[in-house]
């Protein structure tokens, strides 16, 4: 687990059966102003796969201070020729009190805020690189003691409905995941389990 300031992240990751690449690709920092979250994969899986979901990775890193739709414009821009790549971001804007988000293709993220209500978005569909339809963006007021749960294709829906997801401990999140599905994985899996604890001072 890494504690920031303001947001505490957890990763679980496992590569798929008989796979010694994860085709899976993650980031994230959290800076005065801003948290920045990223998971990307990679068409097909293993280490094929690994190079355009690192691609995203690698263009998000130069370019974290713009916008979602910038950032995610960007990538389908310099994927375009590889193998392809879906992902989803979250910006968290510690000033502003609010939060974007951007799903595209089987990434998921759901966000379950402390009075107990929870949200899932819907992905825009397509991938980078080739099946690029443009993307959704979605913006909020951001409220302490959310939970916000990025995944990708590799974990399953009936997982999703365990309450353990609520829990204020990312660490747990994850290790809970772990402990109960941790069994070998038919695809490349990942989950990010992303908490903010609070108001900017």
Not at 7 to 34: P, T
Not at 52 to 63: F, N, Y
Not at 159 to 166: Q, T, V
Request: hydrophobic share 35%; proline share 0%.
């Amino acid at each position: 687990m890494i504690s920031g300031r303001y947001v505490d992240v957890s990763v679980y990751q496992k590569a798929k059966k008989g796979n010694h690449f994860c085709g899976d690709s993650y980031f994230f920092i959290e800076e005065d102003q801003i948290f920045l979250g990223v998971l990307a994969d990679g068409l097909g899986s293993g280490e094929i796969a690994k190079e355009s979901s690192q691609a995203v990775i690698d263009i998000v890193k130069q370019h974290k201070n713009k916008t979602v739709k910038e950032v995610v414009d960007l990538c389908n821009k310099e994927l375009i020729g590889m193998r392809g790549a879906v992902m989803g971001i979250l910006k968290i804007d510690l000033t502003d009190q609010t939060f974007s988000f951007s799903t595209i293709g089987n990434i998921g993220i759901i966000i379950f805020e402390k009075a107990g209500k929870k949200k899932r978005n819907i992905p825009s569909s397509g991938y980078l690189g080739s099946r690029y339809r443009g993307v959704k963006v979605m913006t909020e007021k951001l409220t302490e003691g959310t939970n916000f749960i990025v995944f990708s294709d590799g974990v399953q829906d009936k997982e999703l409905s365990a309450c353990y997801f609520k829990d204020c401990d990312v660490e747990r999140i994850t290790n809970a995941y772990a402990q109960y599905n941790d069994n070998s994985r038919q695809d490349d899996t990942t989950l990010m389990a992303i908490r903010y604890k609070g108001e900017k001072d």
